[in-house]
């Protein structure tokens, strides 16, 4: 069974930094391109980041490139999303999301989301 | 980036009654070495992530009911539900994934009349 969990989500001035990690579960980690999607409170949904399989291939969305790095450690099934000089506005629910084989586009499988809460 | 606007924002249908989601985007999301577009719809339910309904356009994906059902090409794309079922009340996004910056609609909010 195909499973993946957020974790590293919490509380954090604006301008502090965050690293949210999710772990894989039930399927060849290696094989799949993986996104971070966020959803900030009572809004829709925003792609943030993406990596292929291999780790080599790495694509931002304008509002968060040059802040955040995604990486991912494929002996550990684990993805990241470094978050630096958070802003309020980075205040959401950050969901992972896995594509059906290397860089299909659409993602077949979700996280259940951890919350970032970048405030004073 | 492109822009993917869906319309209505807000839609109440009847049970047993059709729905029907808009979708367009900003320029063409149709590959043409492949004739695929690059579409994708997800279902998100409250408190829920999102779940996939639909991918390149028009293909279902495993284990959803077959009234749902998406058309369109190239700019013009449609999410409709045949009858609709009090379980779908959701709120239905469309992605693009033509370039590797993905971008998805604004929502739009599916309740029962």
């Known amino acids: 069974e195909v499973q993946l969990v957020e974790s590293g989500g919490g509380l954090v001035q604006p301008g502090g930094s965050l690293r949210l990690s999710c772990a894989a579960s039930g399927f060849t980690f290696s094989s799949h391109t993986m996104s971070w999607v966020r959803q900030a409170p009572g809004k829709g949904l925003e792609w943030v980041s993406g990596?292929?399989?291999?780790?080599?291939?790495?694509f931002y969305a304008r509002s968060v490139e040059g802040r955040f790095t995604i990486s991912r450690d494929n002996s550990k099934n684990t993805l990241y999303l470094q978050m630096n000089s958070l802003r309020a506005e980075d205040t959401a629910v950050y969901y992972c999301a896995r594509e059906p084989y290397d860089s299909s586009g659409y993602s077949d499988y979700w996280g259940q989301g951890t919350l970032v809460t970048a405030s004073s | 980036d492109i822009v993917m606007t869906q319309s209505p924002d807000s839609l109440a249908v009847s049970l047993g009654e059709r729905a029907t989601i808009n979708c367009k985007s900003s320029?063409?999301?149709?590959?043409?070495?492949?004739?695929?577009?690059?579409l994708g719809w997800y279902q998100q339910k409250p408190g829920q992530p999102p779940k996939l309904l639909i991918y390149?356009?028009?293909t279902r994906e495993s284990g959803v009911p077959d009234r749902f059902s998406g058309s369109g090409s190239g700019t013009n794309f449609t999410l409709t539900i045949s009858s609709l079922q009090a379980e779908d009340v959701a709120v239905y996004y469309c992605?693009?994934?033509?370039?590797?910056?993905?971008?998805f609609g604004q929502g739009t909010k599916l309740e029962i009349k």
């Open positions: 390149w356009a028009s």
């Open positions: 990596i292929s399989g291999s780790g080599a291939g790495t």
């Open positions: 992605q693009q994934y033509y370039t590797a910056l993905y971008t």
């Open positions: 320029q063409s999301v149709l590959y043409s070495s492949n004739n695929k577009n690059y």
